[in-house]
């Protein structure tokens, strides 16, 4: 009995040590899954799309900001949506479409559809044959904002296309590509006048008018 069970029992093992070199060698990857199965329940970002409806809401509270009857404004997910989009570099935006912004603790996660023509073929490596016209990408980051001047850069951190997750210097690489910039190291917004400083959170973006302590 114990020939017969052997050739499973080897078998079994080199799929223990396969399993166990797999998770070793995208240990990174493997971690980053379990945080995202484990932290599901915990994970909060609010949703929203842009709309020419939430715009006027959003340009009233800004003149409030603008005029001094108030020290900060909170944005929705829709109306930041709608303000970010409006304000993000028009050679970014034009290729982008059904986009979705989400609002995390400290972080801008973005949904759309990205038209890849003017993004050379040679920059996806192996994967450019099967790159398509049109692909479902995902940019994630902090927003900085220098409170002297009111400029703001979104720093992407993360990227995905088609669901894979991309290596850091691709991401830098297809936005420089797609902003046709060789020295952009984030995306730059155009904050509206007035606004030093901003926090992002599930609960809205808030707009300081002066850079917080």
């Not at 108030?70 to 929705?76: A, F, H, K, R």
């Amino acid at each position: 009995m114990g020939c017969l069970t052997l050739p499973f029992r080897l078998v079994g093992l080199v799929l223990i040590i396969a399993a166990g070199l797999g998770l070793w060698l995208y240990r990174d990857r493997t971690i980053d899954v379990a945080k995202g199965v484990l932290g599901a329940g915990t994970t909060i970002e609010a949703s929203g799309r842009a709309d020419a409806t939430t715009l006027k809401p959003a340009e009233r509270k800004l003149a409030g900001l603008r005029a001094g009857r108030v020290d900060s404004i909170v944005l929705t997910a829709d109306e930041a949506a709608t303000l970010l989009l409006t304000r993000l570099d028009p050679r970014l935006r034009s290729q982008l479409d059904s986009v979705e912004l989400r609002l995390g603790k400290n972080k801008i996660r973005l949904r759309a559809l990205l038209k890849t023509a003017r993004i050379p073929q040679g920059v996806f490596g192996r994967l450019g044959a099967v790159v398509r016209e049109v692909e479902p990408v995902e940019l994630a980051g902090p927003l900085e904002v220098d409170g002297a001047t009111g400029r703001a850069i979104w720093r992407v951190r993360e990227a995905e296309v088609r669901g894979i997750p991309l290596p850091s210097p691709l991401v830098t690489t297809l936005l420089r590509n797609a902003m046709d910039d060789s020295t952009v190291t984030g995306l730059p917004l155009t904050l509206p006048p007035g606004v030093r400083a901003v926090r992002v959170s599930p609960a809205g973006l808030v707009l300081y008018a002066r850079p917080r302590e």
